[in-house]
């Protein structure tokens, strides 16, 4: 079997993880997606060598591991469809921000990779003020329950908040490093986005090579946001943020076990704290990384990252 050094073992796993989604790459991404501090021109150098060994097909300037040509065409298709996304995705960042306590609306999700897959949902990362995540949460899904009557509901998929006291991520693995790298900035009061990249930059221990958005504009509060806030603060908000999300828990749980579904895996997808709510019914971290752990000879190329984490 051959033997591959570091940034050829890096490119395989990149690939290797990208596959999961049926997603060939560019040599940009390759380089911004590989676990080891490296240069584009030395990925291209390792993708020739590793096309040459048969190892690595290439298609259209696409690179991948199998089923190159179908998964190509199909990611062009689904490029090709993003923009009329584009005017959806500012719309609905917009209306978000407009809530009570939002302080950050971060694109997620298929549409941050640059693509819009048939039926894609429009999903939101978003943070919150302190001790306030439930009750924005909350009246944003009351909203979102009335775009069901004009059919828009998948344009406001609202699954990952924290609030500003809990802006570093926990689950630090190569999922999530990749989905902080793809994270599309819409909104932020004040530094908010800043301090969230400076909470999270463990994320270069997985993905030395990647940059965060350029520059990001600041926006400011409206003044019927401010007097919402103001009545909302004089309601005991503590308190009735921690009372929604007590409810929200019981609710989920209830639906977690209807499903069947294994009570040590609820944390992971539905995890429900004063400071932070993940809602992924999928749970698709973990199939994710399951599946690479199952098909080995992936490595976690972070063990020989020239970064140091």
Not at 9 to 27: G, M
Not at 177 to 193: I, M, N, Q, R
Not at 260 to 267: M, N, T
Request: glycine share 4%.
């Amino acid at each position: 079997m051959e033997t591959h050094h570091p940034l050829e073992q890096a490119v395989i796993d990149t690939l290797r993880y990208f596959s999961c989604f049926s997603h060939p790459l560019l040599v940009t991404e390759i380089q911004v997606f590989a676990g080891i501090a490296c240069t584009e021109q030395e990925v291209q150098g390792c993708l020739n060598r590793l096309v040459h060994l048969g190892e690595v097909q290439v298609f259209n300037d696409y690179y991948g591991l199998a089923d190159i040509r179908t998964n190509v065409v199909a990611r062009l298709e689904a490029r090709s469809k993003l923009e009329t996304f584009e005017g959806r995705i500012r719309r609905s960042a917009r209306i978000i921000s407009w809530f009570p306590f939002v302080s950050f609306v971060g694109l997620s999700g298929s549409l941050s990779k640059g693509i819009a897959p048939r039926g894609a949902d429009i999903d939101f990362f978003i943070v919150t003020s302190t001790n306030r995540l439930w009750i924005a949460r909350t009246l944003l899904h009351v909203f979102k329950k009335l775009t069901f009557v004009v059919n828009r509901q998948h344009d406001f998929c609202m699954n990952y908040f924290v609030d500003e006291s809990a802006l570093q991520i926990e689950e630090q693995n190569r999922f999530t490093a990749t989905e902080l790298a793809t994270l599309v900035p819409l909104y932020s009061v004040a530094d908010c986005y800043e301090r969230f990249y400076a909470h999270n930059t463990w994320s270069r221990c997985y993905l030395p090579n990647y940059e965060k958005s350029p520059a990001f504009r600041s926006s400011e509060k409206n003044l019927i946001r401010r007097g919402a806030e103001w009545l909302l603060n004089g309601l005991a908000p503590e308190g009735l943020n921690r009372w929604l999300m007590r409810t929200t828990d019981q609710k989920w749980q209830r639906k977690w076990r209807s499903k069947g579904y294994p009570a040590a895996d609820y944390d992971l997808a539905f995890k429900t704290r004063p400071n932070v709510s993940k809602n992924h019914f999928k749970n698709t971290q973990k199939k994710i990384l399951n599946h690479l752990e199952a098909n080995r000879p992936y490595t976690e190329v972070a063990a020989v990252s020239q970064v140091a984490c």
